[in-house]
T-cell receptor, first 114, second 109 residues
Framework: IAGITQAPTSQILAAGRRMTLRCTQD?????MYWYRQDLGLGLRLIHY???????GKGEVPDGYSVSRANTDDFPLTLASAVPSQTSVYFC?????????????FGPGTRLTVL | GQNIDQPTEMTATEGAIVQINCTYQ??????LFWYQQHAGEAPTFLSY????GLEEKGRFSSFLSRSKGYSYLLLKELQMKDSASYLC??????????FGAGTTVTVRA
């Protein structure tokens, strides 16, 4: 069982380019999340999905979009990357969204926007 | 808004005890999580407290005081492998986590 996988592991991207970060979980969890982690700021929620077919905005959603076509996949898209989106991106999942279920994190994607 | 405060760095000697404090202010409260994150890796779950008091799990214990908006993580019998960042996260009314910036613990021989 892999848990949560993310791709790519790292990426250097030119400003203005479009980029999709992939996230897949095999735990059949209903809820999935995207965070960014920046030095001194901790993890901040970008978008979330309580269940397949639904998405919601987190604390820092601007410049990002997500989709949840099925239970397993939750891609994050940067439509036109900017240098301030340089960060480490973590995908996470939990069994449900309405309780205190533990969130399990993927290995992260290190993104640099030049 | 959410406000989670924890110290930036702590250093301790192998075999010692370290206590990482966390204070929180959130829109409602549904519990407090602690995660461990080694450099370059994903956060991993350590503990969850929703009631006041101490929860002990091996060498790690976590304490919560809801009335004071305060928690701490206690690491006993420190080992070199405990060198990591420790993240405090409060679960708000809408069941979303708000994370502190993390406390980097360095264990010296």
């Amino acid at each position: 069982i892999a848990g949560i996988t993310q791709a790519p592991t790292s990426q250097i991207l030119a400003a203005g380019r479009r980029m999709t970060l992939r996230c897949t979980q095999d735990m059949r969890h209903n809820a999935m999340y995207w965070y960014r982690q920046d030095l001194g700021l901790g993890l901040r929620l970008i978008h979330y999905s309580n269940t397949a077919g639904t998405t919601g905005k987190g604390e820092v959603p601007d410049g990002y979009s997500v989709s949840r076509a099925n239970t397993d996949d939750f891609p994050l898209t940067l439509a036109s990357a900017v240098p301030s989106q340089t960060s480490v991106y973590f995908c996470a999942s939990s069994e449900t969204s309405g309780g205190a279920d533990t969130q399990y994190f993927g290995p992260g994607t290190r993104l640099t926007v030049l | 808004g959410q406000n989670i405060d924890q110290p930036t760095e702590m250093t301790a000697t192998e075999g010692a005890i370290v206590q990482i404090n966390c204070t929180y202010q959130t829109s409602g409260f549904n519990g407090l999580f602690w995660y461990q994150q080694h450099a370059g890796e994903a956060p991993t779950f350590l503990s969850y407290n929703v009631l006041d008091g101490l929860e002990e799990k091996g060498r790690f214990s976590s304490f919560l005081s809801r009335s004071k908006g305060y928690s701490y993580l206690l690491l006993k019998e420190l080992q070199m492998k405990d060198s990591a960042s420790y993240l405090c996260a409060a679960l708000s009314n809408d069941y979303k986590l708000s994370f502190g910036a993390g406390t980097t613990v360095t264990v010296r021989a």
